[in-house]
């Protein structure tokens, strides 16, 4: 079965550079949910969208930036990176309705900031 | 705001012995529950979900958990672990909305010791 896409899988930037982290949700999925884990760290959310409109805000810096597309692939824009940015970043994505609460979960892109 | 706690962050077992970890919530509402496990270097994948009905829940792998209403609490357990079970556990909660971000717990480190 097809599953979360993310890319790029690995990422490495130097201090206050921007990054541009991509989601492509399962086919049919309308809901886009980012989250970040730092190291030996629970996942903590940032935020996600429902139908190409912002759903819910967790805990995401105003230095970060998200949208979700026609298509329901998702992007999270990050500028003036810090160090403290390092990070894995997780997409998961579902389909809202009878399944609403029910996340999937990428493989994840890891972020390191130098 | 919700939050989740998991009792135990470290658990060492030996092969077949039974496991039980432990996960409360904090949130006075209506609640969905979530067990997600992550093996080393992977990403998070659902082991079994509450979202109503028979509180005790099935997942994949062998592994149930109990949700009992009247102690916040949503224990994992499994009766026999083997050693590929060595992994990170989270406990997640989400409020119940449409696209509602998770709160995790901190999770636990299971080793399973041949």
């Known amino acids: 079965a097809a599953g979360v896409i993310q890319s790029p899988r690995h990422l490495i930037k130097e201090k206050r550079e921007t990054a541009t982290l991509k989601c492509y949700p399962i086919?049919?999925?309308?809901?886009v949910y980012w989250y970040q884990q730092g190291p030996g760290q629970d996942p903590q959310f940032l935020i996600s969208f429902y139908e190409k409109m912002q759903s819910d805000k967790g805990s995401i810096p105003d230095r970060f930036s998200a949208q979700q597309f026609s298509d329901y692939h998702s992007e999270l824009n990050m500028s003036s990176l810090e160090l403290g940015d390092s990070a894995l970043y997780f997409c998961?994505?579902?389909?809202?309705?009878?399944?609403?609460?029910?996340?999937?979960f990428g493989p994840g892109t890891r972020l390191t900031v130098l | 705001a919700q939050s989740v706690s998991q009792h135990n962050h470290h658990v060492i077992l030996s092969e077949a012995a039974s496991l039980e970890l432990g996960c409360n919530y904090s949130?006075?509402?209506?609640?969905?529950l979530f067990w997600y496990v992550q093996y080393p270097g992977q990403h998070l994948q659902l082991l079994l979900k509450y979202f109503s009905g028979d509180p005790l829940v099935k997942g994949i792998k062998g592994f149930e958990a109990e949700f009992i209403k009247s102690k916040f609490s949503f224990n994992l357990r499994k009766p026999s672990v083997q050693w590929s079970d060595t992994a990170e556990y989270f406990c997640a909660v989400d409020s119940g909305g449409g696209a509602d971000g998770l709160t995790f717990g901190k999770g636990t480190h299971l080793i399973i010791q041949p």
């Open positions: 998961a994505t579902g389909l809202a309705g009878v399944r609403a609460h029910e996340q999937f």
């Open positions: 949130y006075g509402g209506t609640v969905n």
């Open positions: 086919p049919r999925h309308d809901t």
